[in-house]
């Protein structure tokens, strides 16, 4: 993913600059694994492939070592280089922004773990469509997500925070739907509790791509922007965008 040029100030010391720079294209990197992981979760389930889903729970530990590692990598400049403004912001925002793709990556491998059990139960499908519906709009998120940290883009991560409500609303949807389902068939409670499961992980996703969007907001603008309605987020970040919050 090419970078744009980011807008934190330029330093005397160049190794300062490209340490910056490199935990910046760390963070891309695990995004983009994570990313992938996220996909393949999905695809496993839609497509009955265990053995995709269990090539995509091995990732996790992959994911895990990155984020101690760029962690570790961002305390070590604040004690060395004692950063400040933009660059402080800087750091800041990618060591939150690597907790929440850990944590996406822990609901990609839940979301692998209920596909295997799916497969091995001969499930019905039922509830798949919406697990397809809400899957392609949290992989957008995320996808969208990554983008704006790439591009220090905070447009694009205020309707990333924006998408998360039509997650919010098809996930309730969805789980009205399969309740009342389960309630008319208890034979297929044990494969709707599955779907369930992973429709929560998927919302839980999308709940983490948009506190992504709220640091690169707050790197871009210098406002934390968590807990704020959208209309008050698009106020800061001095967004121009004409639709309904």
């Known amino acids: 993913m090419e970078l744009k040029q980011d807008n934190y100030s330029t330093h005397i010391s ?95 491998s839940r979301i692998c773990r209920h596909a295997i059990e799916l497969v091995e139960d001969g499930d019905s499908q039922r509830g798949y469509q919406e697990v397809r519906h809400i899957g392609n709009l949290v992989r957008n998120m995320v996808k969208d997500v990554l983008t704006a940290f790439a591009r220090n883009d905070a447009e694009l991560a205020y309707h990333v925070a924006k998408q998360d409500k039509a997650v919010d609303l098809e996930y309730r949807t969805a789980m009205r739907s399969l309740m009342t389902y389960m309630m008319e068939d208890s034979r297929a409670i044990s494969s709707c509790l599955n779907v369930i499961w992973v429709l929560r992980s998927l919302e839980r996703i999308g709940d983490h791509a948009r506190n992504m969007s709220e640091h690169l907001i707050y790197l871009v603008s210098g406002t934390d922007v968590r807990h704020l309605p959208l209309s008050e987020i698009k106020e800061t970040a001095g967004i121009s965008d004409s639709t309904e919050d």
Not at 45 to 65: F, H, I, P, Y
């Open 14 to 108: 160049q190794q300062f600059n490209d340490e910056l720079e490199e935990i910046r294209t760390e963070l891309l990197t695990m995004g983009g694994i994570v990313e992938r992981q996220v996909h393949d979760a999905v695809e496993a389930l839609l497509t009955g492939d265990a053995e995709m889903a269990e090539r995509s729970r091995r990732v996790d530990k992959q994911t895990n070592d990155m984020e101690v590692m760029i962690d570790e990598r961002c305390t070590t400049i604040i004690a060395r280089r004692q950063p400040a403004a933009s660059d402080l912001r800087l750091i800041v925002a990618i060591s939150k922004a690597v907790n929440d793709l850990e944590r996406m990556g822990d609901e990609a």
